[in-house]
């Protein structure tokens, strides 16, 4: 099997099992007794420890081998969903939500620099569209399937994941994947690096922000859902919006190369997600939240490929690189559910959501200085010489 239909197909099986389960475990959590505070520190365990181990697991993958490791993080997340049946404390959850950081930082920053080796700009622009679909089809699919599993018999949807995970593991273990033939990229690299220096930053604040936003929604808004009287498997299925709001916006983006280069188009869907933000500030029918939803869906959709896109466009072993963007993801999943939570328990259960617009609005006039003062710092260099 070529090497990029599988790891499309491995993305799309691990975050649509951890879209299946993850929507039931905030919802485990509360059938156990917990609270906003709990909740939101429960989504920052996990973030704080996949954030750090980040910034190592990348480097590390590309010393062992990415193949290597992605092999040894599959074992262990099917070890990890087979334990959330048997949890009876919140406090077990924490200890399943910490080690799913640590595991998971040992999967995401291998496959992608797996799959951004010997790519020009082209065929890698290419390759992170089918890979983004990928895991966003898994996202798309996981929480309305874990929200109709979870009315009927909360523990096999943890049981499915364990099991769909375990095909994973065995294919990586035994399946032949042919390496792609590698493509000349060293002149355009060398060429356009200047400018992908510049806009390299500029993304991570962006995806550092939708993260933090998405991490606040996804940890809070099935509270609220649940407290405002939505049924598990309707939650589910407006979870689910998410994934296609992003599916749309990976599919759009993968196109074209005209967002590249251009601060522009990274303003706008923030701009559109903070408008979106509103909706869970003031909604109370699920028809409401359908547009917030969306919003944050098609956020991260853009933000996210320009992250990985400006890491992996450079020279050199890309672990290091994807280890860094993954760990801006795991950072704003661990600011945004910690500070959400804090504000819904403290504040008022609507505030997570103006706190995200907030962070969202910050981000932007950061990309905007950062890039006006690198640029000026370029302009001088270049006169110099």
């Not at 303003?267 to 909706?279: D, H, P, R, S, T």
């Not at 969306?294 to 992996?312: P, R």
């Amino acid at each position: 099997m070529k090497k990029e239909p599988f790891l499309y197909l491995s993305a799309f099986i691990l975050d649509g099992c951890f879209a299946l389960t993850g929507l039931c475990v905030p919802l485990l959590a509360m059938r156990l007794g917990a609270t906003y505070d709990d909740l939101g520190a429960l989504g920052a365990t996990g973030a704080l420890i996949y954030s750090l181990s980040c910034l190592v697991s990348g480097r590390l993958s590309d010393r062992v081998g990415y193949r290597r490791s992605l092999t040894v993080a599959s074992l262990m997340v099917v070890i990890i969903f087979s334990c959330y049946p048997f949890v009876t404390r919140v406090a077990h959850i924490f200890i399943l939500s910490g080690a799913t950081g640590l595991v998971i930082s040992n999967f995401w920053p291998p496959l992608q620099a797996w799959l951004g080796k010997g790519k020009n700009r082209r065929s890698l622009l290419r390759a992170l569209g089918g890979f983004n679909v990928a895991w966003s089809l898994g996202f798309l699919v996981g929480p309305a399937l874990g929200g109709q599993i979870y009315e009927a018999n909360p523990n096999q949807v943890f049981f499915l994941g364990a099991g769909l995970v375990a095909v994973l593991f065995l294919a990586l273990l035994f399946l032949n994947v042919r390496e792609s033939q590698p493509v000349a990229t060293a002149a355009a690299t060398v060429q356009s690096f200047p400018t992908s220096r510049l806009f390299l930053p500029v993304a991570w604040v962006a995806n550092f922000a939708t993260f933090f936003s998405i991490g606040t929604v996804r940890s809070l808004f099935p509270k609220l859902a649940t407290d405002l009287g939505i049924q598990p498997g309707t939650l589910g299925h407006l979870m689910a919006l998410i994934g296609l709001a992003q599916l749309a916006a990976f599919f759009l983006i993968s196109r074209t190369d005209r967002w590249q280069f251009r601060l522009s188009p990274l303003v706008m869907v923030q701009l559109l997600a903070m408008a979106g933000l509103f909706a869970f500030v003031f909604g109370a029918t699920p028809g409401v939240f359908v547009l917030g939803l969306l919003s944050q869906g098609a956020l991260a959709g853009v933000t996210f490929t320009a992250s990985i896109f400006y890491s992996l466009y450079a020279e050199g072993a890309g672990g290091r690189r994807t280890g860094f963007h993954e760990s801006i993801v795991g950072s704003g999943f661990l600011i945004g559910p910690l500070a959400g939570g804090f504000a819904a328990e403290h504040l008022g259960p609507r505030s997570p959501y103006l706190l995200a617009a907030v962070a969202i609005l910050c981000a932007i006039a950061f990309q905007t200085y950062l890039l006006n003062k690198k640029s000026a710092r370029e302009l001088r260099s270049q006169a110099a010489r």
